[in-house]
């Protein structure tokens, strides 16, 4: 089993940066992939960054050029900069292992005009 705990959301005004950060534990090893997607009340979750093993990395094309993804281990960073009301939402960090897919609980993120 393989337990995610995000870390870094909040509230910050439009053109602000924040950084989420997402650690894997327990059943850790053999993780390939690891990543953030976020949901908004009535639309469906979406992938925003994703990053394996290998450090190949794969981005929304709404945040390419404003979010940052890296991997130190089973830790992932979301480094967040010019933020935009559009990028509220809920953050889930995610990581497949063996093929089974595992979510962490949420972190919220909301910026304001």
């Known amino acids: 089993q393989v337990q995610l705990v995000e870390s870094g959301g909040g509230r910050v005004q439009a053109g602000g940066s924040l950084r989420l950060s997402c650690v894997a534990s327990?059943?850790?090893?053999?993780?390939?992939?690891m990543g953030w997607y976020r949901q908004v009340p009535g639309k469906q979750r979406e992938l925003v960054a994703s990053?394996?093993?290998?450090?190949s990395t794969n981005y929304a094309d709404s945040v390419k050029g404003r979010f940052t993804l890296s991997r130190d281990g089973n830790t992932v960073h979301l480094q967040m900069n010019r933020l935009e009301p559009e990028d509220s939402a809920i953050y889930y960090c995610n990581a497949l292992r063996l093929g089974v897919r595992y979510w962490g609980d949420g972190t919220q993120v909301s910026v304001s005009s």
């Open positions: 990053i394996t093993s290998r450090e």
């Open positions: 327990g059943s850790a090893y053999w993780i390939n992939t």
